[in-house]
């Protein structure tokens, strides 16, 4: 089975409090690691929530990026969904490491099944003639 | 065990081609979506790409809505990761029906585990007396 796109699923857990409610830095982070995965950026749009919290989105050609920190709880939801040549592991571990994860989880989904043609779809083959 | 938030992964298929290239279209069915479940949107951010294909994020107050499309193969990758009282049901049926999606799968997952107190972490209990 082939698929379209691949999407990571970053559960960051005790994280320095600190860098959950930074915004500007977040941006940084997210950024810089779209570019370090090799992707290519169209927008990215952070807010800071009040009193706590940052939720963003970088937008790139194969898909995006987003995140949303609970700097109460030290935990990151970062999730990574992509397409073509992109270097998913670099990205992922530049991040785990720039938050200072003390814990992570990472799931791997595959979206966008392409079915493969099944037997039934083809043509009857014709049989090869036995050998007399 | 309890969670921060909860993220559906809708891959809607075999929907039409001439919606899934129909950038505002798709704009306004997402954030129809966001404020039929009851979410706050904070702002909208569509994308069409050459030639084929849409990408578009709705950051919610209560986390985001993204959709990726694949017009050639009638494919729609859809997020809902929201956090608090949020009608996920009513915001997913909303979508499935609109984009005209003739078969559909839907994940969901938990986001940011909280974690019960063990019973270790608990002081120790001061044992009954016994009964002479």
């Not at 979206?111 to 099944?118: N, S, T």
């Amino acid at each position: 089975m082939n698929y379209l796109g691949r999407h990571l699923i970053l559960e960051l857990t005790c994280c320095p409090e600190a860098l959950l409610v930074d915004c500007p830095r977040i941006q940084s982070l997210m950024e810089a690691a779209a570019r370090i995965m090799g992707a290519t950026i169209v927008e990215s749009r952070f807010h800071h929530f009040s009193p706590l919290g940052v939720s963003g989105v970088v937008i790139i050609m194969e898909s995006h990026l987003t995140v949303h920190t609970w700097p109460e709880y030290g935990y990151a939801a970062v999730d990574i969904f992509t397409c073509g040549d992109i270097d998913l592991e670099r990205g992922t571990d530049f991040l785990v490491r720039e938050f200072g994860a003390q814990a992570v989880s990472i799931k791997s989904l595959d979206r966008g099944a392409l079915e493969e043609k099944r037997d039934s779809d083809l043509p009857p083959q014709v049989a090869p003639e036995s050998p007399v």
